[in-house]
């Protein structure tokens, strides 16, 4: 079973430097509990990494570039990981949350600002170590991808909800938590792409540097491979759900457009009949002079123009759609 430990007290220290000497894999877990610089400090000192090293492993601005966040040699690999907490409620956005990697030949060093709970259930399974050591840090970035996939599952039943309730609606109330689901779909879609786009494009170098330190145990399985794959393939969910959410968008538009040309279409003869009874022309002054006149041009042509509409829109809706034969 793997060692792991989650500080870098003196006794762990004095126990990792002992599995170091006798070249056992281990794996130490940091959440950033005090003051980051102080941290790193701690790192450089039980396990004597450089300062380029500890800047790249230091740094979670989240405005600075994932490439300016990887450093690698021949002995070791820093870079940035991703993962999403559960959302909790279908209107509340994915909130990414980075874990800075350190691959080395005798250890993989993780660290964080926040609990970690994907790594805290991890090491709590005591992974073993039967296959390689490449094997625990592959293990650790599934981990955190599992967690990706689990927020766009859950943006997908966010859309299915919305599409449940855009087909429900029919003119009901509910349209503010509609906008508010869509809204928090899209803003969650945006997030995650910003965040597994640029992941996805670096993890390619990341699992090159990765395979090639030296003294870190391999065996014929593609595991990088693997996390690129699913990486690739959120990516495509993504863009997937963003067609169906503009799909969506455009269902509801299609709806206000048609309650509005509902209510033009309602008063297009009666503009025409006002219009048509307020000109003082002769003969409508001359022929149109008793009440009976009135009710058969005034109401009857409002009349009439009423039922040629109904025609009209009970042959359109009688017709088959393009392409099919209207006996389905």
Same mark, same amino acid.
């Given at each position: 079973?793997?060692?792991? @430990?989650?500080?870098?007290?003196?006794?762990?220290?004095?126990?990792?430097? #002992?599995?170091?000497?006798?070249?056992?894999?281990?794996?130490?877990?940091?959440?950033?509990?005090?003051?980051?610089?102080?941290?790193?400090?701690?790192?450089?000192?039980?396990?004597?990494?450089?300062?380029?090293?500890?800047?790249?492993?230091?740094?979670?601005?989240?405005?600075?570039?994932?490439?300016?966040?990887?450093?690698?040699?021949?002995?070791?690999?820093?870079?940035?990981?991703?993962?999403?907490?559960?959302?909790?409620?279908?209107?509340?956005?994915?909130?990414?949350?980075?874990?800075? @990697?350190?691959? +080395?030949?005798?250890?993989?060093?993780?660290?964080?600002?926040? &609990?970690?709970?994907?790594?805290?259930?991890?090491?709590?399974?005591?992974?073993?170590?039967?296959?390689?050591? $490449?094997?625990?840090?592959?293990?650790?970035?599934?981990?955190?991808?599992?967690?990706?996939? #689990?927020?766009?599952?859950?943006?997908?039943?966010?859309? &299915?909800?919305?599409?449940?309730?855009?087909?429900?609606?029919?003119?009901?109330?509910?349209?503010?938590?509609?906008?508010?689901?869509?809204?928090?779909?899209? $803003?969650?879609?945006?997030?995650?792409?910003?965040?597994?786009?640029?992941?996805?494009?670096? @993890?390619?170098?990341?699992?090159? #540097?990765?395979?090639?330190?030296?003294?870190?145990?391999?065996?014929?399985?593609?595991?990088?491979?693997?996390?690129?794959? $699913?990486?690739? +393939?959120?990516?495509?969910?993504?863009?997937?759900?963003? $067609?169906?959410?503009?799909?969506?968008?455009?269902?509801?538009?299609? #709806?206000?457009?048609?309650?509005?040309?509902?209510?033009?279409?309602?008063?297009?003869?009666?503009?025409?009949?006002?219009? @048509?009874?307020?000109?003082?022309?002769?003969?409508?002054?001359?022929?149109?002079?008793?009440?009976?006149?009135?009710?058969?041009?005034?109401?009857?042509?409002?009349?009439?123009?009423?039922?040629?509409?109904?025609?009209?829109?009970?042959?359109?809706?009688?017709?088959?759609?393009?392409?099919?034969?209207?006996?389905?």
């Amino acid at each position: 079973m793997i060692r792991s @430990f989650d500080n870098l007290g003196p006794d762990a220290a004095g126990q990792i430097a #002992e599995h170091r000497r006798r070249k056992e894999f281990l794996w130490v877990d940091l959440t950033v509990s005090g003051s980051l610089e102080s941290t790193l400090a701690e790192v450089q000192k039980v396990l004597g990494v450089s300062a380029d090293v500890l800047a790249a492993l230091g740094d979670f601005d989240p405005n600075h570039a994932l490439a300016r966040k990887f450093y690698a040699d021949d002995e070791r690999v820093a870079f940035p990981f991703h993962w999403v907490p559960p959302r909790g409620s279908a209107v509340a956005s994915p909130d990414p949350r980075q874990v800075n @990697f350190l691959v +080395h030949g005798d250890y993989l060093l993780t660290l964080h600002r926040d &609990a970690c709970e994907p790594l805290d259930r991890l090491r709590a399974k005591r992974p073993v170590t039967k296959r390689s050591e $490449q094997y625990v840090v592959y293990l650790a970035l599934d981990e955190l991808t599992n967690t990706i996939f #689990e927020a766009l599952g859950e943006i997908e039943d966010s859309m &299915a909800l919305l599409e449940t309730e855009l087909a429900e609606a029919k003119g009901r109330g509910g349209r503010k938590q509609r906008g508010q689901i869509m809204l928090a779909t899209r $803003q969650g879609l945006t997030d995650l792409r910003r965040t597994v786009g640029p992941q996805r494009a670096i @993890f390619e170098r990341v699992a090159e #540097e990765v395979s090639q330190l030296e003294g870190l145990e391999g065996d014929r399985s593609a595991y990088f491979e693997r996390i690129f794959s $699913q990486l690739d +393939h959120v990516v495509k969910g993504i863009d997937a759900v963003s $067609q169906a959410l503009s799909s969506s968008v455009e269902l509801g538009l299609n #709806e206000t457009i048609y309650r509005l040309t509902v209510i033009a279409t309602i008063f297009l003869p009666l503009t025409f009949v006002t219009g @048509f009874f307020g000109m003082n022309f002769g003969w409508m002054v001359e022929e149109v002079d008793s009440l009976a006149a009135f009710l058969v041009f005034g109401l009857g042509t409002l009349v009439l123009a009423g039922l040629a509409i109904l025609y009209v829109v009970d042959r359109q809706s009688a017709l088959p759609p393009p392409g099919g034969s209207g006996d389905d």
